[in-house]
């Protein structure tokens, strides 16, 4: 049998020749274990050692794990020994890890600069801790922006709804909608250098050339582009092209209302036990019941568990029930939901809208063009209007918003409403993509 | 009792988690620190929440020139208190209350985090600290993992959370169902990890209950007996040669006990979970998969009086899958009692 020491020396000796690529010193391991030979000898045995001059390696593969192979009685002393051989400090910091940054040779900021905690990825990174919304920090409802192996942020444009989420939240405009599709401008290779940076510097740099580049100018979209976004996003995530399912469809709810300001949050995801699939947590609060492609259009179902998310909302968030707003919120408006919500309003004096994904897209494109809306605008959406938002009460909600703001009778009013006959005025069962094509 | 609140470093923590769930609670609860996790045993990412947790608790106790490691029992009523487990539909304030008199081996928080603590501790992210009895401490690897933040699985830098898990995972040396205790600190001879993505390239796929029978029986993966066992046993039950219950009766299960049969059950969800969440597998359903040529085999697998009903979804590796078992398989499990003579 074996001593201790033997066995912490063999331990530390064939760690450090299975994660060295080149082999060891024997000399330089005579410093370390003056009886090597003996354990040379012995590992020779067991294993596959190719000994050459003055270096020993290991000719075949094996799992050894420092972690997951020693016992933890000997461990300390094998970790130290193991260290000294392969002389390298125990992991590096991933805050020190390279990271890309781009930086433009003209001061030209309208393209990607490769950010740090990059806007158009991740809300803010201390959302990790967001016990109630599993996915606090997805931007991209379908989680299609990502860091490639060269540590540059990519769009699987393949799969791109055009939400326009992460258009509108990247500082510098370089993401913008081409074709459908959300694209990242790039700078050519003669326009920019690209740094290897750490994470503080590239948070340093991020920081610097946002204050640079200031407010972000509003985009002013045409009736055409908004109705080919709108029917573009309706194609994409019906039942015939992606069927989004729940996690992408709640959480395109959630960003679209945060993005207009309110404080959104996916509540619907499995274990949360919550009704509410999106709850909206402040200024005012409302329990949404959401129906993504994959499950169904909004039924009289989704109705009444609209009605209970709000009374379970009430209840979480210590409020009186009337100062709850319920909505139903989905691609379609099933058969019967609308009588069913006039019902509840005519017999009880209970408001739930129900809207569609195009309505809700529709608003916050209108938000982040020419006409911001205020959590008070934003509130007449859920106290004043029950059944299905149509045309009509479309039009009715930004009249109310032109008359809060003093625009009554102003050509941008006129321009609306053309905008929404425009949009909104197709046939019904059309509009919402799931049957277009069928 | 020390109230973790108390203490900065949780203060802010808690401050953090409170601010998402300070509204959660049952209506007739006065307690409004609760919260539900989602599936805390099957997701990585509640894993990486509980390490930072456990992280914090450690630097401040090495802080406090309390030793440089983490105490189970602390860490378990940290994340109790600041909202990190309960049970569903009971108020933590009341389930503590209930607990109060038991031993800590009853106290439900208490051994829902040593179970996770223990699979951190298989993934090579804490170890024991020697000479303390219930006390750990972060190793590198979990001291890296912690650094990861936003969604799983994200990347620092060109590192990615992906990978290193994985690689992580393919160390795993973890206990067959039938290991005691004593073979649970270093004497693994199992790749449990390896040995279920082995099983699955067989054909493609495996269920949860085909995982229990073939993975998670393996005794030790280095005596190739029992790795052809494995197959063979597989290959007969595909084949109909034996049902579920003989599979069950040959790995020493009683399929008579229902905790037994339940208890390996579990076991492979959770690594099953951990491939899909990484990619390394998809789930599809029965019905569907290979256009359902599968669920005649399966019937037949389960059509006898069994504790499980017959399976509706199927484990298909992927392509991502594939090349990583390309990459390990060639790599030999060296035991610690290999050192001895």
């Known amino acids: ?438 | 009792m020390l109230n973790q609140r108390d203490i900065p470093e949780h203060k802010n923590l808690a401050a953090k988690l409170e601010k998402n769930w300070e509204h959660i609670g049952n209506q007739k609860s006065q307690n409004k620190d609760i919260f539900w996790p989602g599936k805390p045993k099957s997701e990585l990412s509640e894993y990486r929440k509980y390490l930072l947790i456990a992280y914090t608790e450690q630097k401040r106790s090495a802080q406090a020139g309390e030793g440089d490691c983490f105490s189970e029992n602390v860490v378990a009523e940290i994340i109790a208190q600041i909202g990190g487990m309960n049970r569903p539909g009971v108020s933590f304030g009341k389930t503590a209350e209930q607990y109060k008199n038991e031993t800590t081996a009853n106290k439900s928080h208490i051994t829902s985090f040593r179970m996770s603590n223990r699979i951190l501790k298989f993934l090579g992210f804490v170890c024991r600290e020697r000479g303390k009895s219930n006390y750990y401490k972060l190793t590198s690897y979990g001291k890296q993992w912690v650094k990861f933040q936003g969604e799983f699985p994200s990347k620092m830098g060109i590192l990615s959370e992906s990978d290193f898990i994985v690689e992580r995972l393919m160390n795993a040396n973890v206990f067959g169902v039938h290991d005691t205790i004593q073979t649970w600190d270093y004497r693994f001879r199992n790749r449990i990890f390896l040995n279920l993505m082995r099983c699955i390239n067989i054909n493609g796929y495996i269920t949860n209950t085909e995982a229990v029978v073939t993975a998670f029986h393996l005794h030790d993966e280095r005596c190739p007996e029992q790795m052809n066992q494995m197959i063979d046993r597989l290959n007969r039950l595909r084949n109909g040669e034996i049902n579920i219950v003989d599979a069950y009766r040959e790995c020493n299960i009683d399929p008579r006990i229902k905790p037994a049969v339940t208890g390996a059950y579990d076991g492979p969800k959770v690594l099953l979970s951990f491939c899909r969440s990484l990619g390394l597998l998809k789930e599809d359903n029965i019905t569907e998969y290979n256009n359902g040529k599968l669920k005649d085999m399966y019937k037949k697998m389960f059509a006898i009086r069994f504790q499980i009903s017959e399976p509706k979804v199927v484990n298909i590796i992927t392509t991502y899958g594939k090349k990583i078992l390309e990459q390990e398989k060639t790599r030999r499990l060296v035991g610690f009692d290999e050192l001895y003579f």
């Not at chain 1, 590992?43 to 596959?48: A, E, N, T, W």
């Open chain 1, 1 to 438: 049998m074996s001593s201790i020491s033997d066995l912490i020396d063999r331990a530390a000796l064939l760690l450090a020749l299975s994660e060295s690529k080149s082999g060891l010193s024997l000399s330089e391991l005579k410093k370390t274990f003056p009886d090597i030979d003996k354990q040379i000898k012995f590992l020779g045995k067991k294993f596959k050692l190719r000994i050459e001059g003055d270096n020993v390696s290991l000719d075949e593969k094996i799992c050894f794990d420092l972690y997951q192979s020693i016992p933890s009685d000997i461990l300390p002393e094998v970790e130290d020994k193991f260290r000294i051989l392969i002389s390298q400090p125990a992991l590096s910091d991933p805050d020190d890890e390279p990271r890309k940054i781009i930086i433009s040779k003209d001061g030209n900021l309208t393209s990607c600069i490769n950010c740090a905690d990059p806007p158009c990825m991740t809300y803010n990174k201390d959302e990790v801790f967001n016990a109630v919304d599993s996915l606090a920090s997805r931007v991209c409802p379908d989680n299609l922006i990502q860091i490639d192996s060269d540590g540059i942020i990519q769009i699987d444009e393949s799969k791109c709804t055009g939400c326009m989420i992460c258009v509108n939240r990247c500082p510098f405009s370089a993401i913008t909608l081409v074709n459908d599709v959300a694209k990242i401008s790039r700078f050519t290779s003669t326009a920019a250098d690209v740094k290897d940076v750490n994470l503080s510097e590239q948070r340093k740099i991020t920081d610097e050339l946002k204050v640079k580049v200031g407010d972000k100018p509003s985009q002013i979209y045409s009736k055409e582009d908004i109705k080919k976004t709108l029917d573009n996003f309706d194609k994409k995530v019906s039942k015939l092209e992606q069927n989004w399912d729940q996690d992408p469809y709640y959480v395109c709810i959630r960003n679209w209302l945060n993005e207009l300001g309110l404080e959104a949050k996916y509540t619907g995801s499995p274990g949360k036990l919550r009704v509410a699939d999106v709850t909206i947590d402040s200024p005012f609060a409302v329990g949404i019941e959401a129906k993504s492609p994959a499950e169904s259009d909004v039924d009289i179902g989704a109705i009444r568990q609209a009605d209970h998310a709000r009374r379970q909302t009430a209840s979480f968030l210590d409020k009186n029930i009337n100062d709850v707003y319920a909505a139903a919120i989905g691609q379609g408006v099933g058969r019967g939901s609308n009588n069913e919500a006039q019902s509840l309003h005519d017999q009880e004096g209970k408001i739930i809208p129900i809207m569609t994904g195009r309505v809700l897209l529709y608003i916050f494109l209108k938000h982040i063009s020419d006409l911001p809306m205020t959590p008070q605008d934003l509130e007449k959406l859920f106290s004043d209007f029950y059944g299905e938002m149509t045309l009509e009460e479309i039009k009715e909600f930004f009249t109310e918003y032109f008359s809060a703001h003093n625009m009554e009778g102003q050509q941008i009013e006129t321009k609306t409403m053309e905008e929404i006959d425009y949009c909104f005025s197709t046939n019904g069962r059309q509009q919402r993509g799931s049957y277009s094509n069928s």
